[in-house]
């Protein structure tokens, strides 16, 4: 069974700081791998989305990485704003034909302080 | 504005009530999910649907049932057999594509929370 773990849990940064988030996954058969940012008590924002062959994505100051044979993903988040203030959620897809099941982690709690 | 709308925002149950949580999406999205929050809890999958007229079970589906009549729409049901029901219900869809090579990007409503009083 596919478990998905995030470390750290919570993290606080001064505004500006560039900042790592890391993913880690037990099963390296996926299909796809997607960061999320939920604001409280909102649903989830797609981020980004790696497909399993590739390697990163990038979009804006945010950059995700993927390295499957050793079931890790981290989120680069450069010149880090209080507004990117929110939980980051990690999901891996498992293909089912034209679907995908996500398995997710339980998230870091990022704040960027003033 | 295209995307996917849950209602009620805020839900109240009693208990050995079944209520039915509504999801509608404007994306032209085949597949279709429900996921439970709990705090301190990643998402788990409670159905999913890749067509109309067809859905599966996912990890958690005791206590639950769907139905995906349109294409647009994926109702949860909670049942009274749903023995811990108050929880953050978020709808899902996704789409897919081949080009350049076969993918699927899934999508999320604002979410209900449900709470049994």
């Known amino acids: 069974k596919q478990e998905v773990t995030q470390i750290p849990a919570a993290l606080s940064v001064p505004e500006g700081e560039n900042l790592v988030l890391n993913c880690s996954f037990t099963?390296?058969?996926?299909?796809?791998l997607q960061w999320f940012r939920q604001d409280p008590g909102k649903g989830l924002t797609s981020l980004l989305l790696?497909?399993?062959?590739?390697r990163e994505q990038t979009s804006g100051r945010l950059n995700a990485s993927l390295d499957k044979s050793s079931g890790r993903s981290t989120l680069y988040i450069a010149a880090s704003q209080p507004g990117d203030s929110a939980t980051y959620l990690c999901?891996?897809?498992?293909?089912?034909?034209?679907?995908?099941?996500?398995?997710f982690g339980t998230g870091t709690r990022l704040q960027v302080t003033l | 504005d295209g995307g996917i709308t849950q209602s009620p925002k805020y839900l109240f149950r009693k208990e050995g009530q079944n209520v039915t949580l509504s999801c509608e999406q404007n994306l032209n999205h085949d597949a279709m999910y429900w996921y439970r929050q709990d705090p301190g809890q990643g998402l788990r999958l409670i159905y999913y649907?890749?067509?109309?007229?067809?859905?599966q079970k996912g990890d958690i589906a005791e206590g639950y049932s769907v139905s995906r009549e349109k294409k647009e729409s994926f109702p949860l049901t909670v049942t009274s057999a749903q023995k811990n029901p108050t929880a953050f219900y978020l709808c899902a869809s996704s789409t897919f594509g081949s080009s350049p090579l076969p993918y699927t990007e899934a999508f999320f409503g604002q979410g209900t929370r449900l709470t049994v009083v």
């Open positions: 790696i497909q399993s062959s590739q």
């Open positions: 649907s890749q067509i109309v007229n067809d859905f």
């Open positions: 999901a891996v897809g498992a293909n089912t034909g034209t679907a995908s099941k996500l398995t």
């Open positions: 099963d390296s058969a996926i299909y796809n």
